[in-house]
């Protein structure tokens, strides 16, 4: 049973978590920017004790981590939860979260990147819808345009559904339409999920993907190893993001999806290129684990169910 978060208003206070990869010196001027960022929208801001920390090396430690979400999820006065940045290791913190408090207290919970493992395995524990989106620093840290501000109070404090607005070019790789529950993020990262509990149900769904950096022979490894594990024949569609690596000429089209199209050449599912979200580049709010209908022949995505109340 899918679990709705309450939507933003304008006073309400957002906690800010790391539990990918810290904030550092390095990215301190970024992510106050985009605390000033958030403060410009109108919303209050609390910072979780381990966002700093490097007691684990590269970070706070997997429990370190965890207490920082349990606790954020657990106090009354914050209403959404948004991630600092991605990394490489926030699935570290997975056994330790506490999905019954989560289930309890349903809130909005906003990353991108490494944060993939926390959106699905968060949705797959408690069936809680949680947002694919910007993050503190590389998203409202950088200058964010007025597609992502708009994007995110449309979604995330108007609780608007329809028609998601295009950023860019679309581009029809296979065509049809499908209605299933919208899945996925980095691709990378999504697969660090396989074989463990926390791996997302996809039979049914439209999976959504982008990456970083990344080359097609990889697209290919990662697109054959879905297929092994029986999930491309399970989809209703697929919508490949902004792929920064593969797009770094300005085109519309990465390759990452051509790759896709010919592994999965057996099922006949649709497929959408666009640019709406991803690294480095705009970013609509995709709920994970909202309904959509994917129209490939049209160039359309459609939130079909109200994602916060």
């Not at 430690?61 to 939860?81: G, H, L, T, V, Y």
């Not at 007025?146 to 449309?154: H, N, Q």
Request: overall charge negative.
């Amino acid at each position: 049973m899918e679990m709705i978060p309450n939507h933003l208003k304008p006073g309400d206070r957002i906690g800010i978590v790391a539990p990918s990869a810290p904030v550092t010196a390095e990215v301190e001027e970024k992510f106050n920017s985009g605390i000033a960022y958030l403060h410009g929208l109108g919303f209050e801001v609390s910072l979780g004790r381990y966002v700093y920390s490097t007691s684990w090396g590269q970070g706070a430690s997997p429990q370190e981590k965890a207490a920082d979400i349990n606790e954020m999820f657990a106090d009354s006065s914050i209403q959404a939860i948004l991630c600092a940045q991605g990394g490489e290791n926030a699935n570290a913190c997975l056994p330790y979260l506490d999905y019954s408090l989560i289930q309890k207290t349903p809130k909005i919970f906003v990353g991108i990147s490494d944060i993939t493992v926390l959106l699905n395995a968060l949705h797959q524990k408690t069936g809680l819808i949680t947002f694919h989106g910007n993050d503190v620093i590389w998203g409202f840290g950088r200058k964010p345009k007025s597609y992502d501000r708009e994007e995110w109070i449309s979604r995330l404090s108007e609780g608007k559904i329809g028609l998601v607005r295009a950023f860019g070019e679309r581009v029809t790789i296979r065509r049809g339409s499908a209605t299933g529950k919208l899945m996925g993020g980095n691709l990378h990262c999504l697969l660090k999920l396989a074989g463990t509990p926390y791996f997302p149900r996809l039979e049914g769904t439209i999976l959504f993907l982008e990456a970083l950096s990344i080359s097609l022979e990889s697209c290919e490894a990662y697109f054959q190893q879905l297929d092994q594990m029986g999930v491309l024949k399970s989809l209703q569609g697929v919508v490949i993001g902004y792929i920064h690596g593969l797009q770094k000429d300005g085109g519309a089209r990465s390759g990452m999806e051509d790759v896709l199209a010919r592994v999965s050449e057996p099922y006949a599912f649709p497929i959408l290129k666009v640019n709406d979200f991803g690294h480095n580049c705009a970013n609509t709010v995709i709920p994970v684990g909202g309904r959509v209908h994917l129209d490939a022949d049209a160039q359309t995505i459609e939130i079909l169910s109200a994602c916060v109340q």
